[in-house]
């Protein structure tokens, strides 16, 4: 979930947060000129900042009530994730601001709880206290996810949630401090920061370790064993142990022309421009009247659709509208290099070009999809051709180096399909693994190199399985 999404759902769920808070306040207001601003001073126990405080900390258990147990349906009924750190080292592997949003979205989540207990409830101001209730909640809801299948119970939930409601207290405490001595006691600044800014140390370190590598991380890359004691696991395979090396590949992204292009050669005109993050939509118009919508995507590929247009056309077998489809092609010159053609079920057209990571020089690979209408304009257009430019080679795992990889456990458990459950995944003891196929293949990773993997496929306990494996030593 980014950042865009992160803030539209905030929005959605702080809207009856906000309700019952209104409610709260009007019941606290009603109570002040009813009766508390009548009763004598010595009377007025209560005091109204109190109740104020009260009503924002009810809000704020609401709202993690709705992130965490209202309306979260039942799909992952006693799953449990007893792995420490697995967000920080997901987020790490995918080098991923997405996944380390989570993390940091479940610290924020209880930082409220540990300011609010301590200055609503005395008791609560002493540490101790207030750190059992946290990690009591944090159980709660991780227990109740658990048995109702609303959630996985995290170790990593636990801990950033237990790490947010300390955080809060510090800032209590740091609070506390200023209206007592009123000044700022560097003591207390130095104890309220030192968590977020040791937490600050250690992403800007990993960003500068992730900056001096050469290639990005895979995603693939097991961060825990499995136990393969007792798994008996074989293969027919006749395996290579000789050292072997595979080229390595970077993906070029060019695409800032490509709205020149269209407005030249298709008689195109700019309307309106919408930008998503990095991505754009653009709506176009011809001199028709048609209007288009120009969709180019950051990671390379782009699409033209015209907009309200239902005759579409059924080419198959119609010579002048190929004739047309292979002139508007060369018109426009996007295709690097020769390609298959060929005439779709559906009518489109599309020119191909095959993946073949194994030629030491750069090459193009993808396809591009056209489909035009019967009078012979283009009605879509999809170009999902990447360039990828030759970087060097390295030496990589031979076949027997990676069979020897599986026996030791050291491999990623990849679902391979829905309805196959996490406990499948799992080898235990007596278990039946047969390797069927060692093959060399190629993946992205997150600095946008095409590097080796291995996929290996093959039954476990006759039931088909398979896990990806990086090749680069």
């Known amino acids: 979930m980014g950042v865009t999404e992160i803030i539209i759902n905030i929005r959605i769920l702080m809207l009856p947060v906000i309700i019952i808070i209104g409610i709260e306040f009007l019941l606290i207001a009603l109570y002040y000129f009813v009766y508390y601003k009548k009763q004598p001073s010595e009377r007025k126990k209560l005091s109204i900042t109190k109740m104020m405080l009260g009503a924002l900390f009810i809000g704020c258990i609401v709202f993690v009530c709705e992130l965490t147990i209202i309306g979260r349906g039942s799909s992952h009924f006693l799953e ?33 709880l540990g300011i609010f207990l301590p200055l609503l409830f005395s008791k609560f101001k002493a540490f101790k206290r207030l750190f059992l209730v946290v990690v009591c909640a944090t159980l709660s809801i991780e227990t109740y996810q658990t048995l109702t299948g609303a959630g996985i ?36 600044l130095v104890g309220t920061l030192a968590i977020p800014l040791i937490m600050g140390l250690i992403f800007i370190g990993m960003s500068l ?14 961060y825990t064993k499995s136990n393969m004691s007792g798994v008996h696991i074989s293969t027919s395979l006749q395996l290579d142990s000789n050292p072997t090396v595979a080229p390595v590949y ?32 653009i709506l176009l118009q011809d001199k028709a009247g048609m209007q288009y919508t120009l ?56 020119w191909n070009l095959p993946d073949r990571p194994d030629l030491n020089v750069d090459y193009w690979y993808g396809d591009v999809v056209l489909d035009l209408t019967q009078d012979g304009r283009a009605y879509s257009l999809a170009y999902n051709v990447q360039r990828n430019q030759f ?83």
């Open 80 to 112: 449990m994730n007893l792995q420490p750190f697995s967000g920080y080292i997901d987020a790490w592997k995918k080098y991923s601001l997405r996944d380390l949003q989570n993390c940091i979205f479940n610290i924020l989540m209880f930082v409220p």
């Open 153 to 188: 119970f995290e170790l990593d939930d636990l801990f950033n949630n237990s790490l947010g409601g300390v955080i809060g207290y510090q800032l209590y405490r740091l609070g506390a401090s200023i209206v007592h001595h009123k000044k700022v006691k560097i003591k207390s």
């Open 209 to 222: 370790v992730y900056a001096q590598q050469e290639f990005g991380h895979l995603p693939i890359n097991a």
């Open 250 to 281: 970077k993906k070029i992204i060019h695409n800032e022309e490509v709205e020149t292009l269209l407005q030249d050669k298709l008689g195109l005109s700019e309307l309106s421009t919408k930008n998503y993050k990095e991505d754009k939509e």
């Open 295 to 350: 969709f180019i995507s950051s990671m390379g590929n782009w699409s033209l659709t015209a907009n309200n247009y239902s005759q579409q056309a059924t080419s198959t077998g119609q010579e002048h509208l190929i004739d047309k489809a292979k002139a508007l092609m060369d018109e426009l010159s996007i295709l690097p290099q020769e390609a298959e053609f060929s005439v779709l079920e559906n009518g489109e057209f599309e």
């Open 391 to 473: 970087t060097r080679e390295v030496d990589i795992f031979s076949p027997a180096e990676v069979y020897e990889q599986i026996k030791n456990g050291e491999f990623p458990q990849i679902k391979y399909n829905a309805l196959v459950t996490e406990e499948e995944l799992v080898l235990k003891k007596d278990d039946q693994l047969e390797i069927e196929l060692i093959e060399l293949t190629y993946m992205y990773d997150t600095k946008g190199f095409y590097q080796p993997v291995y996929n290996v496929s093959g039954t476990l306990n006759g039931n088909n399985w398979f896990t990806l494996i990086q090749a680069r030593k």
